[in-house]
């Protein structure tokens, strides 16, 4: 089970910080990405990273801007927003992927458990 926390309001230029809780023992063994979907859009890659941290993949809208980390002792992912903007705004979810290389992670098919999601809107 993938629980986010994290969202909010904040205005343009602002910062969040999101998290992604993990249950069970394999959070370690799986590589985890962010997506977001803004209403009426399809569901979009953000950032993943390796199951021990050492690689990483941004999309292009938010390279520069957010970072992905992981704590495997906490069994938590995290998203760094900084420098928000109102295009920003969607919903953000954490997944769990067994794809270990960095070229499946853009793609929704490779992950394998979902979070529920978590609001983050950016006002201008």
């Known amino acids: 089970q993938l629980v986010e926390s994290g969202g909010g309001m904040v205005q343009a230029g602002g910062s969040l910080r999101l998290s992604c809780a993990a249950s069970?023992?394999?959070?370690?063994?799986?590589?985890m990405g962010w997506f977001r979907q803004a209403p009426g859009k399809e569901r979009e890659f953000i950032a993943a990273?390796?199951?021990?941290?050492?690689?990483?993949s941004y999309a292009d809208p938010v390279k520069g801007r957010f970072t992905i980390s992981r704590d495997n002792a906490k069994n938590t992912v995290y998203l760094q927003m900084n420098a928000l903007k109102p295009e920003d705004t969607a919903v953000y979810s954490c997944?769990?992927?067994?794809?270990?290389?960095?070229?499946?992670?853009?793609?929704?098919?490779?992950?394998?458990?979902w979070g529920q999601g978590t609001q983050v809107t950016v006002s201008s």
């Open positions: 997944a769990a992927s067994r794809k270990p290389l960095p070229a499946s992670w853009p793609t929704i098919q490779a992950y394998d458990y």
């Open positions: 069970g023992r394999t959070f370690s063994l799986y590589a």
């Open positions: 990273m390796s199951s021990s941290g050492s690689m990483t």
